[in-house]
């Protein structure tokens, strides 16, 4: 939230970002999954990596904890001592995580993140408040200073970006660019697709720049399902085709139901089971 408080400066919001080892972060919430964490982090506020258009917008931006120290001593933010936690005009520079209760993800999170900014002498508070309450109370009345959710991604990756990132009501940061709204417009009205897509990157590349909010990974869908059951299991962005979904049947069985269904067509012999995946 850009808003009020010290991530009003971008230079903060910034170095809060230099800051942050995505990787590690990514590494922890991951643990114990059949997951490759260094290929599920995300350079791209739109485009997920198997979309066309991704481009990692990123790099500019990656994990430099000196980097990072560099934007807060060009801001002003001083160290009193070696290790202290930065000051300016005698306020400390510390911000306030706002986490739900009960989620086990994020306090592991908030906390790995807690401990990478006291890199940089910048000091991260938790504030505990209900789930009930997280959106309501807090996130919709921008009543945060910084936080971590999921988004959904769609198939329709460059539709209502205005919402998030422009003047919609689920542009939490407390941000408005005019160089960024006046690309959202243009985004929603262009029929040449592949000059949408190129509008869009620009406009990823001004959201990393002046740090609206940025992404860590990608959760990748994981789905059980028995081993005879075919063309069920984890689709991404994709859709299943109802008519697709099936049990396997064995050689033996499906001689045997040869024989017993002769005088019917066979096209029926293949139609898809109605046995739910465990």
């Given at each position: 939230?850009?808003?009020?408080?010290?991530?009003?400066?971008?230079?903060?919001?910034?170095?809060?970002?230099?800051?942050?080892?995505?990787?590690?972060?990514?590494?922890?919430?991951?643990?114990?999954?059949?997951?490759?964490?260094?290929?599920?982090?995300?350079?791209?506020?739109?485009?997920?990596?198997?979309?066309?258009?991704?481009?990692?917008?990123?790099?500019?931006?990656?994990?430099?904890?000196?980097?990072?120290?560099?934007?807060?001593?060009?801001?002003?933010?001083?160290?009193?001592?070696?290790?202290?936690?930065?000051?300016?005009?005698?306020?400390?520079?510390?911000?306030?995580?706002?986490?739900?209760?009960?989620?086990?993800?994020?306090?592991?999170?908030?906390?790995?993140?807690?401990?990478?900014?006291?890199?940089?002498?910048?000091?991260?508070?938790?504030?505990?408040?209900?789930?009930?309450?997280?959106?309501?109370?807090?996130i919709n009345k921008k009543n945060f200073e910084i936080t971590s959710f999921t988004w959904q991604g769609t198939p329709y990756p460059m539709m209502n970006i205005g919402?998030?990132?422009?003047?919609?009501?689920?542009?939490?940061?407390?941000?408005?660019?005019?160089?960024?709204?006046?690309?959202?417009?243009?985004?929603?009205?262009?029929?040449?697709?592949?000059?949408?897509?190129?509008?869009?990157?620009?406009?990823?590349?001004?959201?990393?720049?002046?740090?609206?909010?940025?992404?860590?990974?990608?959760?990748?869908?994981?789905?059980?399902?028995?081993?005879?059951?075919?063309?069920?299991?984890?689709?991404?962005?994709?859709?299943?085709?109802?008519?697709?979904?099936?049990?396997?049947?064995?050689?033996?069985?499906?001689?045997?139901?040869?024989?017993?269904?002769?005088?019917?067509?066979?096209?029926?012999?293949?139609?898809?089971?109605?046995?739910?995946?465990?």
């Open positions: 939230n850009a808003s009020s408080g010290v991530l009003a400066d971008k230079a903060v919001r910034q170095a809060l970002m230099r800051a942050t080892d995505r990787a590690a972060i990514t590494k922890s919430s991951l643990a114990g999954m059949p997951v490759d964490a260094n290929k599920v982090l995300l350079g791209n506020h739109f485009f997920m990596p198997s979309q066309e258009g991704y481009v990692d917008n990123s790099t500019k931006w990656s994990h430099d904890v000196e980097a990072a120290k560099k934007l807060l001593d060009g801001a002003g933010w001083k160290e009193p001592s070696p290790g202290a936690i930065r000051v300016k005009d005698g306020k400390k520079l510390s911000i306030k995580y706002t986490r739900p209760t009960a989620v086990p993800t994020t306090k592991t999170e908030s906390e790995l993140l807690q401990s990478q900014l006291k890199k940089i002498g910048m000091e991260v508070v938790m504030e505990d408040v209900e789930s009930a309450k997280y959106f309501k109370d807090y919402q998030i990132y422009g003047k919609g009501n689920s542009n939490f940061t407390g941000q408005s660019i005019k160089e960024l709204n006046e690309l959202i417009d243009k985004i929603a009205v262009e029929a040449d697709h592949k000059k949408r897509v190129a509008m869009t990157n620009q406009a990823d590349e001004i959201i990393w720049e002046n740090v609206l909010n940025f992404p860590i990974y990608e959760r990748m869908q994981l789905t059980a399902v028995p081993k005879k059951l075919a063309n069920f299991g984890a689709v991404g962005l994709a859709s299943y085709r109802a008519e697709d979904i099936r049990f396997r049947l064995s050689s033996a069985n499906l001689k045997l139901r040869l024989k017993a269904s002769s005088s019917k067509r066979v096209h029926m012999l293949l139609a898809p089971s109605t046995g739910k995946a465990a």
